[in-house]
């Protein structure tokens, strides 16, 4: 039998602390929890099992630190990150420094256990893309070219304004094209149309096509954004 996942918590807020490891506890998981990202660091060595979910905001470095210290110090558990103030910039910075996850504040219980599964069923080889998230990254089959470009800059963490710079595009055009995919993959926040947007180009780049559309400039106006 497989024993209980371990899940380590990091947050500095002991309601929380408390919370999450009453609820963790619960759904079968081993939690440990932490005040401070130093303690997690100190016993979270290159071997360390389960999945590390973290806050943004700790006393000693912020969620996306401690995802850069485990990857240099060669520990490779999945970490997902919560946060009260997210964007897609920071979605985007998150995963790139190899964060599994980053969920918005707040969140319901079961929306934390799904990412905290589907993290670890990653990392355990059964599976690195969920069928949701792969239901989602099919339907950006169905964007069209300046919709490319556009989730190719939010891949990026671009603002819209250096987006629309790049494209040679209105600022209002790259809003309604932003607005455009979400609606086509079904998708509620900015965060997650980030996090989507990384997962896609690295699905690419893995299967030898390029990840992120050149972009180069062109002229357009907000009937023709409209119109896509």
Same mark, same amino acid.
Do not use: Q, W
């Given at each position: 039998?497989?024993?209980a996942?371990?899940v380590h ?7 929380i602390?408390?919370?999450?490891t009453?609820?963790f ?16 660091l100190?016993?979270a060595?290159?071997k360390?099992?389960?999945?590390i979910?973290a806050?943004?905001r ?6 996306v630190e401690?995802?850069?210290?485990l990857r ?16 897609a910039?920071?979605?985007?910075? @998150? ?11 707040p969140?319901d #219980?079961?929306?934390?256990? %799904? ?12 599976g690195?893309?969920?069928a949701?998230?792969r ?8 964007l069209?070219? #300046? ?6 800059g ?14 040679g ?12 995919i ?5 998708i ?20 030898g096509r390029?990840p ?9 106006n907000l009937?023709? %954004? @409209?119109? @896509?």
């Amino acid at each position: 039998m497989r024993p209980a996942p371990l899940v380590h918590l990091v947050d500095d807020d002991p309601a929380i602390r408390d919370a999450l490891t009453l609820m963790f506890r619960s759904r079968g998981f081993r939690p440990r929890a932490y005040r401070a990202a130093e303690e997690c660091l100190a016993e979270a060595g290159p071997k360390t099992s389960g999945c590390i979910v973290a806050d943004m905001r700790l006393p000693d470095m912020t969620g996306v630190e401690l995802t850069r210290r485990l990857r240099a110090s060669g520990a490779t558990p999945p970490v997902v990150i919560i946060t009260a103030c997210a964007g897609a910039s920071l979605a985007v910075e @998150a995963m790139a420094a190899g964060a599994s996850d980053l969920l918005e504040k707040p969140f319901d #219980d079961e929306a934390l256990l %799904a990412s905290v599964r589907r993290a670890l069923a990653a990392r355990r080889g059964e599976g690195d893309i969920d069928a949701e998230t792969r239901a989602a990254l099919a339907r950006f089959g169905e964007l069209s070219e #300046d919709e490319r470009r556009v989730l190719a800059g939010v891949a990026k963490g671009r603002p819209s304004r250096d987006i629309a710079e790049g494209l040679g595009l209105e600022l209002r055009a790259v809003e309604l094209h932003r607005a455009n995919i979400m609606a086509k993959a079904n998708i509620g926040t900015l965060v997650e149309l980030a996090r989507l947007s990384v997962i896609a180009a690295s699905v690419k780049a893995s299967e030898g096509r390029e990840p992120n559309p050149p972009m180069r400039r062109r002229r357009s106006n907000l009937r023709g %954004a @409209a119109a @896509a």
